[in-house]
């Protein structure tokens, strides 16, 4: 059995507030905090606002922090109407921003959202200042371990939206761990509470068949050519035992960023910013703030692709 903490223990010292937002109709959580210039959080494929609950308190004096549930996921709404393409998802992220009055920010995403944050940059320079891409998605993923740890996703996505049973919820988010008896067992209920909102489950199915289809995904693969276009100054965050990418895939495949820096953090796996949220809020603090992350206990930086 994992940890019985709450996110209340992570939300004491933090004055924030859960708001929702019309979206061309679509019903959008949004987990706030802070002030000063906006950065949004973008969760990964199957998450929730609640990944980035350890962070919102450090980036708190900072910046005004938006942890949002994308299309179809969370307690945001899953309308039936969408195909659920990584366009379709980008867009209603573009939308938020208009209705939230955003009008350029930092953005963070882990995983999917971390392909969608990479699409921002790509797509809409004017609204993005810094860009950090933590084991984020969108790479492709050929090789055979590669392609096996996909089918482990799958298969553990899969069984968790069927069964919703407390043993499947907790083995698919045992995958974002390195030690996954520190999975907390009030994750398992959010993501029960989340899989009984209408629409959530078909909505996620539809998600991830695209996400790994041969013949979608190749539309939204974050090619070298489509990552040579990004102009924001780029943090990429690996983790040790991050699943399908390696941190050496990580460096070869991001490095064809032209303002890109690299930071290892160890013992860690699919969500460093929680496993490891000391270190990761001091260097993700440090590059937002500085332009360069702190480097009191890490890994030299590599700048476009050199060390």
């Avoid at 209705?99 to 969608?116: L, T």
């Amino acid at each position: 059995m994992g940890q019985m903490d709450t996110v209340w223990v992570d939300l004491l010292g933090t004055a924030y507030e859960q708001r929702f937002y019309d979206v061309d109709g679509v019903r959008t959580r949004s987990i706030e905090a802070g002030e000063g210039d906006p950065i949004v959080f973008l969760h990964g494929g199957g998450g929730h606002a609640e990944t980035w609950i350890r962070n919102l308190e450090a980036h708190s004096p900072h910046r005004k922090s938006y942890a949002i549930d994308m299309l179809g996921h969370g307690f945001t709404d899953a309308p039936e109407s969408s195909d659920y393409t990584t366009a379709d998802v980008l867009n209603h992220v573009v939308r938020f921003l208009d209705v939230a009055g955003i009008e350029k920010a930092d953005f963070c995403g882990e995983s999917f959202g971390g392909r969608i944050s990479a699409w921002m940059a790509i797509n809409h320079p004017d609204r993005v200042n810094k860009l950090i891409l933590n084991t984020s998605g969108g790479l492709p993923a050929t090789k055979k371990h590669q392609s096996d740890d996909v089918s482990d996703l799958l298969a553990r996505t899969t069984n968790s939206l069927q069964q919703t049973s407390d043993e499947a919820v907790r083995s698919r988010i045992e995958w974002l761990f390195a030690d996954p008896s520190q999975v907390p067992e009030e994750f398992v209920k959010i993501r029960q509470a989340i899989y009984r909102q209408p629409g959530i489950k078909e909505s996620l199915t539809k998600l991830f068949s695209r996400l790994f289809d041969p013949e979608d995904a190749k539309n939204y693969w974050l090619t070298p050519e489509r990552l040579a276009g990004i102009t924001a100054p780029t943090f990429v965050i690996w983790s040790d035992h991050n699943p399908i990418h390696s941190y050496d895939d990580a460096k070869e495949g991001f490095s064809h960023i032209p303002d890109v820096r690299f930071h290892l953090i160890k013992n860690a796996a699919h969500w460093p910013q929680y496993e490891q949220a000391e270190e990761y809020n001091r260097v993700q603090v440090s590059f937002l703030l500085d332009g360069e992350p702190s480097l009191a206990t890490v890994e030299p930086i590599s700048v476009g692709g050199k060390s």
